[in-house]
């Protein structure tokens, strides 16, 4: 996912110059269309939200990779990963925390705001 986010811009170049080329099969092209399509913005956030979890996710099934595993290392940091994911939705005291006490990131943050002030300022034009 990270490799993905990371080169979103050229992905969805790739597939925008793909689908126009005439050079391609027409499913091939097609093809191209529907990949391209998914690279849109809500898709972006996604990706820009699930990836530091996703990575998270990684560094443990890594752990169960290895063939020669130390026992207390993977203990502990399955621990870690437990409690990570608990702390992301959940106060010390086991209740839900509200809305905006989630921490989603400041990369996730700052894509939010970026896309809500160019949807803004789109809308704005049309309104004129």
Known sequence: MYNILVDWDELLAYFTVAE???SMRIDARYKARLLK??????NYLYF???TPIVQE??????LFQ???ADPHEFSSERIRHHQSLLNRL?????FMKS??????GLKYLRDCTDHFEKYKSSTA????
Do not use: R, W
């Not at 996710?57 to 890594?62: D, G, Q, R, S, T």
């Not at 959940?90 to 086991?94: A, D, E, S, V």
């Not at 809305?99 to 989603?104: A, N």
């Open 20 to 22: 126009q080329s005439k």
């Open 99 to 104: 809305l905006g006490d989630i921490d989603f």
């Open 90 to 94: 959940y106060l010390p005291n086991g």
């Open 48 to 50: 820009s939200f699930a």
């Open 66 to 68: 290895q063939t020669s």
């Open 125 to 128: 034009h049309h309104d004129i």
């Open 57 to 62: 996710f990684e560094k443990v099934n890594a």
């Open 37 to 42: 399509e998914m690279l849109d913005k809500v």
